[in-house]
């Protein structure tokens, strides 16, 4: 696996998605990138998102911030998370979205890897 691209998000796990948009997009002035429903709000940050999540739409137990890097691929990430000390909580498949592997680092903190889908053949 190459070394991340980028920081492809930053998202906060809300009880009320809904709720927080209005002090997300009123308050600190975020512009709306995306929605699906109140499930997953995501504004336009610069060369990032910053999005509002659902409980469902993250991993299990997960509160707080949470950083996801996009990577081109998962491969040899579990082995080398784990030699690390990290803990692998699992994958996700987004469909044509891509996909997420979920992983707390050493001290507990959760990461996610995603993966975007690649694109349909011509």
Known sequence: MTAPKRV?????????????????EGAL???????DGDRWIQYG??????????AEEA????SGLVMVL??????????????AGGQ???LRDMGSHGAV????DPEGNL??????????AA
Do not use: M
């Open 8 to 24: 492809q998000s930053v998202f906060v796990v809300a009880r009320e998605p809904a709720s927080l948009h209005a002090f997300y």
């Open 29 to 35: 002035g975020l512009p709306l990138k995306f929605r």
């Open 45 to 54: 940050v610069g060369n990032t998102n910053v999005a509002l999540a659902c």
């Open 59 to 62: 991993a299990p137990a997960t």
């Open 70 to 83: 996009e990577v081109e691929d998962f491969e040899g990430a579990q082995e080398r998370i784990a030699a």
């Open 88 to 90: 692998v909580l699992g």
């Open 101 to 104: 592997l979920s992983l707390r």
């Open 111 to 120: 990461v996610q890897l995603f993966r975007r889908a690649a694109a349909p």
